[in-house]
């Protein structure tokens, strides 16, 4: 679709529709992302704490499998989160297109605005978000592990 590119009804339908049902998964996707923090948070503190209860009873190799698990978790969790943040960027830039062929008014269209913003904040606290998590739950693993191998 270029610019200014006018539809007939049966297209405006159609792009109507998909628009509606890509903005529902736009905003799934985004929960999802905002799930897979949550419970990476939980998932590494309910570990650790688990982990340290039961330190008497799970000893050696698997306490330390136990103790990285964390790590284990957070990795995937925020490859997961950066796939989706892939495909939101996708899904954005489709519609952006999709606006511009309603041919808004200038400055109208979300996708179109939020394409040509600056303002980055939110793509990266997420990344910084994870990169910390993972920094966190690697140290946490390592001091967790000395301090139970004592």
Same mark, same amino acid.
């Given at each position: 679709?270029?610019?200014?590119?006018?539809?007939?009804?049966?297209?405006?339908?159609?792009?109507?529709?998909?628009?509606?049902?890509?903005?529902?998964?736009?905003?799934?996707?985004?929960?999802?992302?905002?799930?897979?923090?949550?419970?990476?948070?939980? /998932?590494?503190? +309910?570990?650790? #704490? *688990? &982990? %340290?209860?039961?330190?008497?009873?799970?000893? !050696?190799?698997? $306490?330390?499998?136990?103790?990285?698990?964390?790590?284990?978790?957070? /990795?995937?969790? +925020?490859?997961? #989160? *950066? &796939? %989706?943040?892939?495909?939101?960027?996708?899904? !954005?830039?489709? $519609?952006?297109?999709?606006?511009?062929?309603?041919?808004?008014?200038?400055?109208?269209?979300?996708?179109?605005?939020? &394409?040509?913003?600056?303002?980055?904040?939110?793509?990266?606290?997420?990344?910084?978000?994870?990169?910390?998590?993972?920094?966190?739950?690697?140290?946490?693993?390592?001091?967790?592990?000395?301090?139970?191998?004592?």
């Amino acid at each position: 679709m270029s610019n200014g590119v006018m539809v007939d009804e049966n297209q405006r339908e159609f792009l109507l529709k998909e628009f509606e049902r890509l903005r529902i998964e736009i905003d799934d996707s985004v929960k999802e992302t905002r799930t897979l923090e949550r419970n990476a948070v939980i /998932s590494s503190g +309910a570990i650790w #704490a *688990w &982990a %340290l209860v039961k330190t008497g009873t799970v000893t !050696g190799a698997s $306490l330390y499998i136990l103790l990285w698990l964390p790590v284990v978790i957070v /990795s995937f969790s +925020a490859f997961r #989160a *950066w &796939a %989706l943040h892939r495909h939101l960027l996708s899904m !954005g830039k489709y $519609l952006a297109e999709v606006e511009k062929a309603f041919v808004l008014p200038g400055g109208l269209g979300w996708e179109q605005r939020f &394409a040509q913003s600056t303002d980055k904040t939110k793509s990266l606290s997420a990344t910084v978000f994870w990169v910390c998590l993972l920094f966190i739950t690697a140290l946490g693993a390592a001091l967790l592990g000395a301090i139970v191998s004592k």
